[in-house]
């Protein structure tokens, strides 16, 4: 299982992503699910996968592969729209090229992927897009998309993070959806991947990768731990008769 979050904001985009992945209890692994892009001046693209590994790494090995050739491909498309459509259809020919007839029934080929970034020409977009390959688009009323193992740290995205947060905030906000995450299921592990695009840039976005032992996490996990305990402690007792 994996976790991956991205943010579509007033100021930009924030990708988030784990990197553990696991075939068992005594199986685990470190793969990166955060995959950029770039074409300085020109676009900054940003994907982040979940689901079936050799699925989402077959898919990504031919957006790159394809990248700059003859045939469509995400650096020769207009629009953030049509970028999604490709990776869509490459989801769709992975999928139907491992298991042609759908007949195999006891292994889950599918894959999800979050698309998210700018081409020149248009606004920062973002896109959740799905195992069958159709998509939808982030808006100012969801600003968000999960993947993966996603419902624990749901909540405080739903409390804090809207279209108008800040990146700061946001980029907090996906850590302590991350600490959530992994407090709750082991499935989710460190490093963390994590990428910021201010919009209208159109260069290299920060990216970093927090470990296990990051100073910045740290502090903030045990700020939010305490500031949960403080809060609870602090509730209006209820009226037991």
């Not at 407090?183 to 976005?205: F, H, Q, T, W």
Request: a negative charge; hydrophobic letters at 35%.
């Amino acid at each position: 299982m994996t976790y991956c979050v991205a943010m579509r904001l007033a100021d930009g985009l924030v990708f988030a992503s784990d990197s553990r992945t696991n075939a068992g209890f005594d199986q685990i692994s470190t793969f990166r699910k955060m995959h950029v892009f770039e074409q300085p001046g020109e676009r900054e693209l940003v994907i982040l996968s979940a689901g079936n590994l050799a699925t989402s790494q077959s898919v990504i090995s031919l957006l790159e592969k394809r990248a700059g050739s003859e045939e469509p491909n995400v650096f020769s498309t207009t629009s953030m729209f049509e970028t999604a459509e490709i990776v869509g259809k490459t989801i769709r020919e992975v999928v139907h090229r491992d298991n042609p007839d759908g007949r195999i029934n006891h292994v889950d080929f599918s894959c999800s992927l979050i698309l998210g970034g700018q081409i020149s020409g248009e606004e920062s977009r973002l896109f959740n897009i799905y195992p069958e390959g159709n998509f939808i688009e982030a808006t100012v009323e969801t600003p968000y998309f999960q993947i993966g193992e996603s419902k624990y740290g749901k909540p405080i995205l739903d409390r804090v993070v809207s279209y108008q947060s800040s990146l700061d905030r946001a980029y907090q906000c996906a850590l302590i959806s991350f600490d959530s995450t992994m407090k709750s299921n082991l499935s989710v592990g460190m490093p963390i991947d994590v990428a910021i695009y201010r919009n209208d840039e159109l260069k290299p976005c920060f990216t970093d990768r927090v470990g296990e032992y990051d100073d910045y996490f740290h502090q903030l996990r045990q700020q939010w731990h305490q500031g949960i305990q403080a809060l609870i402690e602090g509730l209006q007792p209820p009226r037991v008769r």
